[in-house]
């Protein structure tokens, strides 16, 4: 069973850094395609970025491009978001989730997640 482990979240200022990891187990990793989201209170999940199976292509959402960066390491079985310049509109858990061979941007097509990490960025 696969499962899925976050970490990295934290409380940080504005304009700081994090970055997040999900360690993947219980499975081919190069097998699936890994996607961040995130919720904040009172809103939908949303999508953040989103990695293909080797990692040579990756997609963001709008409102990040330029400031998250997704990268994947196959021999460690990890996927990463790096998050820069940050703002409080950032705030929310950030999930790693996992489904097999093709990204979808629908976050029920997804098959395993993990719980989440709170980041929590403060003005």
């Known amino acids: 069973q696969v499962q899925l482990v976050e970490s990295g979240g934290g409380l940080v200022q504005a304009g700081g850094s994090l970055r997040l990891s999900c360690a993947f187990s219980?499975?081919?990793?190069?097998?699936?395609?890994m996607h961040w989201f995130r919720q904040a209170p009172g809103k939908e999940r949303e999508s953040v970025a989103a990695?293909?199976?080797?990692?040579?292509?990756?997609n963001y959402a709008d409102s990040v491009k330029g400031r998250f960066t997704i990268s994947r390491d196959n021999t460690k079985n990890t996927v990463y978001l790096q998050l820069n310049s940050l703002n409080v509109e950032d705030t929310a858990v950030y999930y790693c989730?996992?489904?097999?061979?093709?990204?979808?941007?629908?976050?029920?097509?997804?098959?395993?997640w993990g719980q989440g990490t709170q980041v929590t960025v403060s003005s």
């Open positions: 989730a996992a489904r097999l061979w093709v990204v979808s941007q629908v976050s029920s097509d997804y098959h395993y």
């Open positions: 219980g499975g081919t990793f190069s097998s699936y395609v």
């Open positions: 990695i293909t199976r080797s990692g040579t292509s990756t």
